[in-house]
């Protein structure tokens, strides 16, 4: 896309590894920080290079467990993010889960959604826009981030648009047997490791369950 000189908007969706991160920055690609190795990561990096401004998404557990922050571990890292001038906070972001034993229903993984903006917020955060739906959710919970206005007016939702782009999406209602794969097999490189409790939930509609304290 940059070397077509197209300068749009790119946003990785995905945890990064060190050595991608340069050339993601040099290409002025918007990162999401689902970790707190990532984001370290991309504090030093932007402390080093004052004179490139970066554009993260912060990324927080609501829905699927096995992705994102949680508010808590973020909190002592706040101040060095209001600091750094070059950082800008372009998104906060989360993934609903259909079916999540930990966070029970799509209601209740909105509010807590709602309630980590609203507290980013009173600790002086300035959030362009959030993203919480994707094309399945914008199908069966349109109302998801409804209120998220009373938080700040200024806050745009967006909608991750995925398989609808693709033109795999089939609504609920229309569905006859079971979804049929992309891929059979995928081999890629390890990009994050998270450490989950008992009864968490992993894809999503929670098809693992964690049973003991596990790594995924």
Known sequence: IRLAKID?????????????????????????ISNI???????????????????????????????GMEFE??????P????????????????????NPSRTTIGLQA????EVVSNLCKLGMKIKSVHLANSESVDLHPNCLKGIEKIDISIVPYVRLGRWLYGTYIPKSKRIGKLV??????????????KLEPNRSVGYFGLYKTKIREYI
Not at 111 to 114: A, G, L, N, S, Y
């Open 8 to 32: 749009t908007a790119i946003v990785l969706l995905y945890p990064f590894l060190d050595d991608q991160l340069a050339l993601l920055v040099k290409n002025s690609v918007e990162l999401t």
């Open 37 to 67: 190795i990532n984001l370290k990561s991309v504090l030093n990096y932007s402390h080093k290079n004052q004179k490139k401004e970066i554009k993260v998404h912060l990324s927080f557990s609501i829905g699927i467990d096995s992705d």
């Open 111 to 114: 509010e807590k959604f709602k």
């Open 73 to 78: 571990e973020l909190i002592q890292y706040i």
């Open 181 to 194: 794969p992309i891929l059979d097999i995928v081999v890629a490189r390890v990009i994050q490791v998270k």
């Open 80 to 99: 060095r993010l209001l600091k750094t001038k070059n950082l800008v906070i372009e998104g906060v972001c989360g993934v609903l889960s259909n079916d």
